[in-house]
Structure formats: structure tokens, C-alpha cells
């Protein structure tokens, strides 16, 4: 996006730094990286970094309005309404795709957001391996608010284990050591102490838990959550002491009902330029007369599962839980990336936000970037390509 930079960049690129980063990640974490990392970071120029930051708060003015909780009581399912809910979520993920508006520049649209959190760990690690094997450009950041590479870590620290010794918190999920998100995992541990902890092995005594480690009972007082819904009901004869929806005297990071209120449900009601207009089916009492246009999403899924980029009028008409659905103007990403052999590729630009108990709003700290040949951003849609995967944006001063 900064032609000089990628000029710069793909010149000093070569297949062997590359296999030499991909070989320490492996030396680092054995048998942890379980996903594609792309060739390259992504550049930001300042002028998309402060629409980038415009659309940041478009978003985040809906989500602080007091009415917000009461328009979002409908997106948690009853079955999975969890207590103690706190006044916000402690991360926040937003999801754009670079486009160009109808001037011709640079512009992002809202992809998705969600109340949960996502690869703070990794993108800690992953921003400094590509500044260590490929070039370093003075004057870019993959971090916000004056945050550095150790301030960041001091950061996430305060908001993961507040006021806690480490091993009275948990990073949980089903399977930890499954996941292909375990490498994330691995270096929370690394960094903060947290244990990755399965749903299976958390003992509940009363309203308090514990877990074991190395013979010792210890007590769960913070459960840092990465343990997804959807996941839980893919394994309906899981075992377990403790179920989510149990009332325990735990500090949930972040409570897990705030997966549902900031999630795909919380598109119909933004309103900016930089989010693509949407509607719950249920709303609906005509159609948009261009439904080639838009797509159809499901609210409750996760990881592009369900989303339907084509669809006919009858199909809409057939769904029966018309409220569990939403239809979205598509975007068009707009490929912008040069590789080597000057081919352009699509990116998606994540900014991932921190938020304190008593913040009044989040702080944004980092991001994340993917890259894209496909139709869609995701693993099913980059097969047997290079230039794609999970990366890191750096982000011009």
C-alpha cells in the first residue's frame, strides 16, 4: 500500500528468510504452529491508518450508548446465558477489508466484530519475526497508543490477571492442546503465566473451581476465555464437572455472553461509512431489488461457517428462524499487496482493543492482518497458495 515500502520489502524478499523464519517459529514452538503465515507484513499508510481509526470509533460510540444491552438481549440463547455479567467486554476485535471507495482510495468496511478476544499472544511474537528476518522501516508501529513492545506486554498483563498471582488464572478452552490456536496459547503461558486449561479438567466444589497442576489443587479465580459456544455444542457428550452456565465465584476475561452481544447481531445497528449496510431477515418486508449484492450470514457461527455469498429470493423465503439471520452488503476487496512476482492480493486489517474494568472505553492496542487470493478471507479459500495467511500490519507514524 506504501509502493516505496513494498518496493523495498520485495526486493530484500527471498523463499530462504522466509523458510528461516518458518524454521525458528518451529524451533521456538515445536509442533505448535498449526496455520499458514503469510511472506509479508502489511504496511499502512497514515492516511487509511486514520480512517481505520474513524471506523474504530463509529463502532465503539454504538456499543457505549445505554440502550446497547437492552437491543442485544435477544442475541444470547437462553441455553447459554452465563451469570455475573460484567458492564463490558476486555477485548474487542474489529474486522476490515481494505477496499476503495468511489473516489478511487483506500477505505475499510466492516467485516465482522466480536466481544472476544484473538491472537494477542502470537502478534506479539509474530510483528518481531518479520522485522528480525526482513527489513525494519523506521517510522511504522503494529501497535497503538504509545504502546511498545514491552509496554504491550506490561498491558496485557494488567487486564488478564488484575490483581492475581498467575496460576489462580486459567486460559480456558476444550482441548487446549488441539487447537490451531495453540501456539497463541503456549506463548499467553510464556508471557503471563496462564495455564491453558480444558473445560474437562476444571474441578467445581460449591460456587468455587480449581484445576490441577503437578499434584497441586489450585483455585480458579480469573478464567481468561477462549472457549467458543459453537465449539462446546460440536461435542455434545463432552464430560464435565463444570458447566459454562454454572453461577461460580470466578473473574470471567471475557465474559462469555459478550461473544453474542458484539458479534455479527450488532451490524444492523451501525451506522458510518465504513460499515456496509445490513438488516435482520426478520426485518425485512421487501427485499433489496440488487440481492446479488449483499450476502447472507448467520448470526450464530463462527469462522465464515454458514455465509453464503449467493442466494435466491426463494432461499431467503425458506428459512424458517428468519431472526437468527442477517443479510449484508458485500464488499469488494480491493487487491493491493504486490507479491514478488507482482501479483495483488487482498488483506483484512483486524485492530484489537484492550478494555479495563472501569475504562470508559477500549484502548486499541495491536492488530492482525490476513492476506487473501480467494473469494473469501480464510484457510478453504487460499489452498496451495503462497502470499497468504495470518499476518501483521504495520502502521505509518
Same mark, same amino acid.
Given at each position: 500500500m506504501i509502493p516505496a515500502i513494498r518496493q523495498q520489502f520485495n526486493e530484500s524478499f527471498t523463499p530462504e528468510k522466509y523458510d528461516a523464519m518458518i524454521e525458528e517459529i518451529h524451533k521456538d514452538f515445536p509442533n505448535q504452529l498449526d496455520f499458514r503465515v503469510a511472506?509479508?507484513?502489511?504496511?499502512?499508510?497514515?492516511?487509511?491508518?486514520?480512517?481505520?481509526?474513524? $471506523?474504530?470509533?463509529?463502532?465503539?460510540?454504538?456499543?457505549?450508548?445505554?440502550?446497547?444491552?437492552?437491543?442485544?438481549?435477544?442475541?444470547?440463547?437462553?441455553?447459554?446465558?452465563?451469570?455475573?455479567?460484567?458492564?463490558?467486554?476486555?477485548?474487542? $476485535?474489529?474486522?476490515?477489508?481494505?477496499?476503495?471507495?468511489?473516489n478511487g482510495e483506500l477505505s475499510p468496511q466492516l467485516i465482522e466484530l466480536q466481544g472476544f478476544p484473538s491472537l494477542f499472544a502470537y502478534q506479539w511474537y509474530l510483528g518481531q519475526k518479520y522485522r528480525q528476518f526482513f527489513i525494519d522501516p523506521k517510522g511504522f508501529n503494529q501497535y497503538f497508543n504509545r504502546l511498545s513492545m514491552t509496554s504491550y506486554v506490561d498491558e496485557m498483563k494488567k487486564i488478564l490477571l488484575g490483581s492475581e498471582a498467575a496460576e489462580n488464572v486459567i486460559l480456558l478452552e476444550i482441548y487446549p492442546e488441539q487447537q490451531k490456536t495453540r501456539l497463541d496459547f503456549e506463548i499467553t503461558r510464556q508471557l503471563w503465566g496462564i495455564e491453558p486449561v480444558c473445560l474437562t479438567k476444571i474441578i467445581k466444589v460449591g460456587r468455587q473451581l480449581f484445576y490441577e497442576k503437578e499434584g497441586k489443587t489450585i483455585e480458579i479465580k480469573r478464567i481468561y476465555n477462549r472457549l467458543i459456544f459453537d465449539d462446546l455444542l460440536g461435542v455434545p457428550h463432552l464430560k464435565?464437572?463444570?458447566?459454562?452456565?454454572?453461577? %461460580?465465584? %470466578?473473574?470471567? %476475561?471475557?465474559?462469555?455472553?459478550?461473544?453474542?452481544?458484539?458479534?455479527?447481531?450488532?451490524?444492523p445497528l451501525l451506522k458510518s461509512a465504513f460499515v456496509p449496510q445490513s438488516f435482520f431477515l426478520s426485518d425485512l418486508k421487501e427485499y433489496p431489488i440488487d440481492l446479488e449484492n449483499y450476502v447472507l450470514k448467520p448470526l450464530f457461527s463462527f469462522a465464515g461457517s454458514g455465509v453464503k455469498l449467493n442466494f435466491t429470493k426463494e432461499e431467503l423465503d425458506a428459512i424458517p428462524d428468519r431472526a437468527n439471520y442477517l443479510i449484508q452488503r458485500k464488499v469488494?476487496?480491493?487487491?493491493?499487496?504486490?507479491?514478488?512476482? *507482482?501479483?495483488?492480493?487482498?488483506?483484512?486489517?483486524?485492530?484489537?482493543?484492550?478494555?479495563?474494568?472501569?475504562?470508559?472505553?477500549?484502548?486499541?492496542?495491536?492488530?492482525? $492482518?490476513?492476506?487473501?487470493? *480467494?473469494?473469501?478471507? *480464510?484457510?478453504?479459500?487460499?489452498?496451495?497458495?503462497?502470499?497468504? *495467511?495470518?499476518?501483521? $500490519?504495520f502502521f505509518e507514524d
Open positions: 511472506e509479508t507484513p502489511v504496511f499502512v499508510p497514515k492516511e487509511l491508518k486514520i480512517k481505520l481509526l474513524q $471506523a474504530c470509533n463509529d463502532i465503539i460510540e454504538v456499543l457505549l450508548k445505554p440502550d446497547f444491552k437492552e437491543k442485544t438481549n435477544r442475541a444470547i440463547p437462553k441455553n447459554q446465558n452465563v451469570p455475573n455479567e460484567d458492564t463490558h467486554p476486555n477485548f474487542l $476485535a474489529i474486522d476490515f477489508a481494505i477496499c476503495k471507495d468511489e464435565t464437572n463444570f458447566k459454562i452456565t454454572d453461577d %461460580v465465584n %470466578v473473574k470471567w %476475561v471475557t465474559h462469555p455472553n459478550w461473544f453474542f452481544r458484539i458479534s455479527k447481531f450488532t451490524l469488494k476487496y480491493e487487491p493491493i499487496i504486490e507479491d514478488k512476482a *507482482g501479483n495483488l492480493i487482498k488483506t483484512e486489517i483486524r485492530m484489537l482493543f484492550t478494555w479495563e474494568d472501569n475504562a470508559l472505553r477500549p484502548k486499541l492496542v495491536t492488530n492482525l $492482518a490476513r492476506l487473501s487470493r *480467494g473469494e473469501m478471507i *480464510g484457510v478453504n479459500f487460499n489452498k496451495n497458495f503462497d502470499w497468504v *495467511g495470518g499476518s501483521c $500490519a
